[in-house]
């Protein structure tokens, strides 16, 4: 039966129809607040401000059952061949796994190569960070560049600036992917080369931006080193598959950091793909990193989907684009460190997520993936709040916040969290010309002042410090 025959997705229709405002669904329900979050892996989830119902959910679910997700995601777990068109496993999973645990593939565990890799990133990171490894000249290196593109730039660059607060200050992290002369140009123009590694990040060593930029790299490297080809050995490494490759630039395989082919590049940041951070954050915190990511692993493989973060997550990203035609989702890190977690998540929910077709080859029959963007907050107070909140769309907010700052400088952080509180309100119940006219606005004005109050609403916070638990301060993520 085609997905949009199930008697769920019928009621969901009829639902979308007959939703009663926020303003209601919270004023009959005083309990609201506390029905609708979770609490995983160190998140808290608030999902009350969405435009959802007990039923509503028990339908989403429905069609995730009816889907076969439960099914699928075992598949991934067990290392099946999910991804059937280039017939490999998707076992990014694996990649957080504990020493002791056992993940085959055709027949082999890949667990021990998993931490062999990590074991050997951990040795050189460690050459890195204590000075041990030197340049050719024999100076210390100070810079470290990351060339790549795709998943081996945007996990890295994410991670980096997320966890940047925990990074050796010493060393300088740059990032290199757009082909544009200038990406380089302005990543290089302060450094020494006789201070300066590339980690060049290719599982072929055949991508185009990236070699042309790891090209590039080289022959800058070696202008400022005198010419001696023997240099690359000390100033690059490599992370790809292709040790030939490897070779023929220059890199001296022993320094090459292999992966697999079951890791999809927007996965790959927890790879040899991590390099860069692993040097940034040091050996224990990226393990750190790794088992909060297996922590959530395991939340999504074995609750049920009722109080799964991430299978409601993707619920409600269906809810909204295939019953009420919303075609973007804004998220909105009230964190500075989270700058670039927007660009990243553009890559993990849409380069596969949005194909005009199924497994089978036949076209779809409804709206695939929405368009994700965002900016900090408050920042984006300032740029495309307004649209949101007085235009005539839709827009769905996912609202990322921590209760408390790693940099608490006077009232930032009071002022950060009451903007949160106060955005995820307004946008949840807003005001009606009549409650603005009430206020004493000026009748001419009054229309431009008052809100459609339409944009649902999803936050999380870590766990350990929640959010105010009333309705009315709560922030809410999809």
């Known amino acids: 039966m085609n997905i ?3 008697p769920a997705w019928q009621s969901l229709q009829s639902q979308r129809e007959s939703l009663p405002h926020l303003r209601d669904l919270f004023a009959s329900d005083p309990d609201r607040a506390s029905k609708f ?5 160190g998140l808290f989830f608030d999902y009350s401000k969405n435009l959802v119902t007990g039923q509503t959910i028990a339908d989403l679910v429905s069609l995730a059952n009816a889907a076969g997700l439960r099914e699928r995601i075992d598949a991934m777990f067990r290392g099946d061949k999910i991804n059937t068109t280039e017939n490999r496993a998707v076992l ?21 190569e998993v ?3 990590l074991d050997k990133m951990a040795a050189f990171a460690n050459r890195i960070r204590s000075g041990e490894w030197k340049g050719h000249t024999g100076k210390r290196i100070k810079n470290i560049l990351n060339i790549g593109i795709g998943g081996s730039d945007l996990g890295p660059v994410m991670a980096y600036e997320a966890l940047r607060h925990y990074t050796d200050r010493s060393l300088t992290f740059r990032f290199i992917s757009n082909v544009d002369g200038t990406d380089f140009a302005e990543a290089t123009h302060d450094l020494d080369p006789a201070e300066t590694l590339f980690i060049i990040s290719s599982k072929t060593f055949t991508t185009l931006e990236t070699m042309t930029n790891a090209g590039t790299a080289r022959d800058w490297s070696l202008a400022g080193l005198g010419g001696d080809k023997a240099a690359v050995a000390k100033h690059f490494v490599a992370v790809s598959t292709n040790a030939e490759k490897v070779s023929e630039f220059g890199i001296d395989t022993a320094n090459m950091f292999g992966f697999w082919d079951w890791v999809g590049g927007r996965y790959s940041m927890d790879s040899a ?4 951070n692993m040097i940034a954050l040091g050996p224990d915190n990226f393990r750190d990193m790794l088992a909060g990511f297996h922590e959530m692993d395991e939340h999504f493989r074995t609750t049920p989907f ?7 997550h993707g619920l409600l990203a269906v809810w909204y684009n295939d019953f009420f035609g919303a075609q973007t989702v804004a998220v909105l890190p009230y964190e500075q460190y989270l700058k670039r977690f927007p660009a990243y998540l553009q890559q993990l929910t849409m380069e596969s997520n949005g194909k005009h077709v199924k497994l089978d080859g036949t076209h779809v029959d409804t709206d695939t993936g929405p368009v994700y963007w965002g900016e900090p907050g408050t920042n984006g107070q300032h740029s495309f709040y307004q649209l949101i909140h007085q235009g005539t769309r839709l827009i769905p907010c996912d609202f990322i916040a921590f209760a408390k700052s790693l940099n ?3 009232r930032h952080q009071d002022l950060l969290m009451s903007n949160v509180f106060a955005q995820t309100e307004a946008l949840a119940f807003g005001k009606t010309l009549a409650q603005v006219e009430a206020e004493g606005t000026a009748p001419a004005i009054a229309p431009t002042a008052s809100s459609k109050a339409t944009a649902p609403q999803t936050s999380s916070w870590p766990t350990n410090s929640p959010p105010p638990p009333s309705a009315a301060s709560s922030p809410s993520t999809k």
């Open 115 to 117: 931490h062999a890799v």
């Open 273 to 276: 793909i991590g390099l860069s």
């Open 37 to 41: 979050q979770l609490e995983a892996a």
């Open 4 to 6: 949009t025959e199930q």
């Open 408 to 410: 608490p400088l006077g």
């Open 92 to 112: 990014h999973t694996a990649l957080r796994a504990p020493r002791s645990a056992s993940i085959k593939v055709d027949g082999t565990d890949v667990v021990p």
């Open 306 to 312: 009722e109080q799964n973060i991430p299978v409601i």
